[in-house]
């Protein structure tokens, strides 16, 4: 089912499993059913950052299963009629490595704050970063370190911050989405680091697919998804080396 709020603006769809709802007697159980029990994607920034008010606390904190689209900014192709998104990506870009940013500067920091405050239940999260993480200033040297550090680090701390919460075994289990082009370079970069170590799960040979980032010895991380398919708007060897930089990746690498 799908709810559409705010005439359109915000929207996010709910898949329901009907089967227990039928024999429900009060609106207590049928809406713990409900918000406990289903995945709820969300696809708009603004209702992401404004959910509390939207929708009552006590029912933000049922939920165990999440799918979020964090448009940052995006790339238009040539010809494209789509309205325009605020460019979040730049301003992230020209203080990287700047401890002092919060989330008063940018919605992802913002987001990676609330998240944990508005769903301490969360068992499973999916981020999806439906926008262009490039610089736009291509350099040499580890650009993709650069840009996992800048997009990738605040979502860890909100990790950790859940596993801070909780008891041993009662983990998030996170996947996030990246840009193709920047997906396969830090598949590289991981590849390089971990050898043999490294857990991919790919079902075309490593075209597509997610590898998992350990954050410690334990076992605890994340999985790194292979996202939107950016690479047909410039060609397939676009971000060989200068776009990420040239460190893990050279011109003649073939994945």
Known sequence: MA????????????????????????????????YSTNAFHISSLDLQLHLPRLIPTHHLERITSLELLWKLNFFHPRGSTAAPVANHIKALWSRHGDSSITSRDSPLHALCELIPQMFPRLQRLYISYQCWLESGCPLEGDLIS????????????????????????????????????????????????????????????????????????????????CGWEDTKAFGLDYWFMSNWGNKWTEVKDIF
């Open 146 to 225: 650069v840009a996992e550090t800048a997009f990738l680090g605040p979502v860890e701390d909100m990790l950790r911050s859940y596993r801070g919460r909780r008891q041993e075994g009662s983990g998030l289990e996170l996947n996030v989405a990246i840009q193709h082009g920047a997906w396969r370079v830090m598949l590289a970069k991981y590849r390089t680091l971990l050898g043999s170590e490294l857990r991919v799960e790919s079902a075309d040979r490593l075209a597509r697919g997610r590898f998992w980032k350990p954050l410690d010895d334990n076992g605890f991380g994340y999985w790194i998804c």
């Open 3 to 34: 709810f559409d709020l705010l005439a359109g603006v915000c929207y996010f769809t709910i898949t329901l499993r009907w089967g227990k709802l039928t024999r429900l007697d009060s609106y207590t159980e049928g809406t713990d059913v409900l």
